[in-house]
C-alpha cells in the first residue's frame, strides 16, 4: 500500500505577510497522520516558512533547483545543496510553467533531477500535455516521451526516490480539472511504463495528479487506484482549502 502526498505550490504568488499567515494557519491544522504534506514556498519566502513550519507537520519543497547540485558560480540560482541545507525535502522538477514559459528542456530538466537526488532531495518530476495534443490523442505518447527522456538519462533506480506529478497543461488554474477517470488513465499508464523496466519500484513510486484539485473534487481523484495524492496551486493558497483536501487524504 502506498502513502499518500499531497504537495501546496505556492508558485510566484504572496507577499510576505501573506504567507506568513497562510504558514502560520497551516502549522495549526490538524492534519492526516497516514499521509504527508508538503508546501513547496518560494526562495524568498523559504526561511519564513521554514521557521513557522518547523513544529508542524508539514515538510518543505522548492519548486525548482539549479541544474548543478552544488555550489558555485551560477548566477541567480538555488542549488540542491542549499535547499538541504534549508530542510527541504521535496523539489519540483520539470513543472509545465516552467517547460513553456520558460523554454525549460528535457536535458536541464534530467540534470536538475539528478541534481535533487544527488543531495537527497526528492524530486517531484512533473509532466503533462497540452490540450492541443490531448485533443489529437496524443495524452499517453507525449507523457510516456517525458517520463523515458528523464529515464533514460537517470536509469530506472532513481525512481526509487522520487514522486512524479501528472499536470495536464489545460487543467492548470483554468478550473478545469482532468475527470478521475482520464487522470486515472495515465496514471496508470505510467505505472505500466516503468514496470517494464522494475515491478518493484513502479508498485512503489507515488504519483500525484495536479491540475485544479480542490476540495469539491479531491475525494473522486483520490478514490482512484493509481493517483497517490495531489500537488495542488491555487487552492493551496487557501489555507482552509489546502487543509480541507488534505483531510481527505
Ligand atoms: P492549480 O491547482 O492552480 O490548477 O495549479 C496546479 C499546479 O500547477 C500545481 O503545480
Wanted: aromatic share 4%; hydrophobic share 45%; charged share 20%.
Amino acid at each position: 500500500m502506498r502513502s499518500r502526498l499531497v504537495v501546496g505550490n505556492w508558485k510566484m504568488q504572496g507577499t510576505v505577510p501573506v504567507i506568513e499567515k497562510l504558514a502560520t494557519d497551516l502549522a495549526v491544522a490538524e492534519l492526516p497522520s497516514d499521509g504527508e504534506v508538503a508546501v513547496c514556498p518560494g526562495f524568498l519566502h523559504f526561511s519564513l516558512a521554514q521557521r513557522i513550519l518547523a513544529n508542524s507537520s508539514i515538510v518543505l519543497g522548492a519548486q525548482d533547483c539549479a541544474p548543478e547540485p552544488g555550489l558555485g558560480a551560477l548566477t541567480g540560482e538555488v542549488s540542491a545543496e542549499q535547499l538541504l541545507e534549508m530542510g527541504c525535502r521535496y523539489v519540483l522538477i520539470g513543472h509545465s510553467e516552467r517547460r513553456t514559459i520558460l523554454g525549460e528542456t528535457e536535458k536541464t530538466i534530467a540534470q536538475k533531477f539528478k541534481c535533487a537526488l544527488s543531495r537527497g532531495l526528492t524530486p517531484i518530476l512533473c509532466v503533462g500535455e497540452s490540450l492541443e495534443q490531448r485533443n489529437e490523442g496524443l495524452t499517453l505518447s507525449v507523457i510516456k516521451a517525458q517520463v523515458m527522456d528523464v529515464l533514460e538519462e537517470v536509469g530506472i533506480a532513481s525512481f526509487g526516490a522520487a514522486v512524479i506529478a501528472y499536470e495536464p497543461v489545460w487543467a492548470i488554474g483554468t478550473g478545469l480539472t482532468a475527470t478521475a477517470e482520464q487522470a486515472q488513465e495515465v496514471h496508470a499508464e505510467i505505472r505500466h511504463l516503468l514496470q517494464g523496466r522494475n515491478e518493484s519500484i513502479a508498485e512503489r513510486i507515488q504519483i500525484i495528479y495536479g491540475g485544479s484539485v480542490k476540495p469539491s473534487n479531491a475525494l473522486r481523484l483520490f478514490s482512484m487506484a493509481d493517483i497517490d495524492g495531489a500537488l495542488v496551486g491555487g487552492a493551496s493558497m487557501n489555507a482552509q482549502e489546502f487543509i480541507e483536501i488534505c483531510s481527505i487524504l
